[in-house]
């Protein structure tokens, strides 16, 4: 009790006796409205003079008997801002003006939404006309398909411009979407819980004004991820307001629940879910018991719309024909599942249109890009990094200033031809020679290796490949023998390469090692099961899969300045092609 309560209790004693000490009754506060009906009511035009004037706080707070404090709190919790004649703007990107509205269709799903709606004028609400007949069947089709158009617009393959095209096709129709959804044109809300609490100020005026309210399939899995993370001191979700028509998710076991049925705070149950602080072992086995007992899932879209994450790193390769990007998006895949974070991977072809659509379009979808760029130039790579963490792996691009991960190509090669050197080889070719900057550092580190030996490489001996695969190889290598080439030992720019020219070598006849030597580059499963296994340069894809998602979350934290440029270590892994 503070002093002046003691000081308050003391008066009162000594001016009235023990009657004194009896609680008084007291005015109190009035009755408490529901943020909604400060809404609804905001949707009627002022009355009186002026009729252009819009409600304000005050006025609106004398005419419900509430404080203008609880006016404010209910406009911004629904992120309205009153306008005149009973219109209102909500705060959305760009913002949007509200009157009478048709909500058309709703999708969810993801953790992302959508919903599609058309203005309607005061024509309409006196006839209680919607849309007009003529436009009634291709509009209510379209929107049949919003769920899956909102799929699509979730995927970074198919999504740009697909609710674009929606949008363009029925250009009477407004769209209200999450960040997540790749669609330009529509007002975007700034996370999940702000969409919902304007879908539900759109849904409440389409009520008002007559129309029927839409089922949405997955609305309450929805509601209760954007609940259950509610930074907000009020959550319009939680308050009246209209329902739609689908079950509200209230038998979802939450974290509240596991941690009374437990004993221990929410924070405890967070603890042993994330293995973010130790908890001791009794505590963990209650809460772990509770988990087991109530069902408990963990809610990952939650978590993600929590820690402002979407738990993705999007990967773009060249192709999957290649073993080495194979093998690194596994490795990617078991480094992410640590992290509780999912790979999408994508492949490019090397085409530069692809490689930029591929990392524009993972903006809105993936915590960042990791990308073997072929096609991109510098700007391109400045601008895809402009909207969110990107990493480059294997091929530099001259001048680009973003973080980079490779082994020394160089150096690498270099120690493959010493390699071969040390065995007494003096005639070496060369396999993969093209334009890359890639083959250009192998060639480079082979050169170096050669000089200091004291052993020229012969031009005819620089065997080109525009694609590094086996079917090229073993075309490669077999004109080579059948022009008399002559050649005792083999640098191959990656394991397929190897693949094939060794296939090439068996088919003529040529003995391995015996008559030529061959070396890959990769250290793929292939080569070390291959017949004879191949010795390859070994780079640490383990290392560099680890080390590209710590540069994405780095990044995401805001814990990195300027360009990180990382250089993975190797070995060489010597099998039966070079002893």
Known sequence: MSRQSVLTWRGRYEAEGVDGLVDQARTGRPARTEPWDIVAATWEEVVGEGAQERWTSRTLADRLGVSAATVSRAWRAHRIR?????RFELRTSPAMEVGPVEVVGIAVGGGEGVMALRPRDVEELATGDGVADDQSDSVREAV??????????????????????FATAHGDLLLVATPGVLAPQAHRAADAEEWMAVATVLLGRHANDGGDLPAVDGLGSFVWTVRENSQGTYDPLRESGPACGQSSGANQVTMREVAAHAGVSIKTVSNVLTGAKRVGEQTRSRVEQAIEALGYQVNTAARHLRTGRRGSVVLAVP??????????????????????????????????????????????????VIIAAQGM????????RAGGPLVLIGEYVDGATVDHITISNEEASRTAMEHLLASGRRQIALLGVGTSHVSDARVRGCRAAADAAGVPIEPELLIPSRIWHRDAAEEAVSELIERGGEFDGLVCFNDDLAVGAVR????????IPDDVAVVGFDNTKEAAYSTPSITSIAPDMAHIARRALEQIEARQQGQLGGPVQLTAPYTLAIRESAP
Do not use: C, K
């Open 377 to 384: 130039t510098r700007a391109d790579l400045q601008d895809v």
């Open 504 to 511: 090439a070598l068996h088919t003529h006849g040529v003995r």
């Open 82 to 86: 009153p306008l005149p004649r009973g």
């Open 144 to 165: 049949l398909d919003l769920r899956d158009q909102l799929g699509a617009a979730m995927d970074a393959h198919v999504g740009p411009g697909v609710l674009d095209r």
């Open 319 to 368: 192709e999957l024909r290649v073993s080495y990007y194979v093998e690194l998006a596994e490795e990617l895949i078991d480094a992410a599942a640590e992290r509780g974070v999912s790979i999408l991977v994508q492949t490019t072809r090397g085409r530069r249109d692809r490689e930029v659509e591929i990392a524009a379009a993972a903006r809105g979808l993936a915590d960042g």
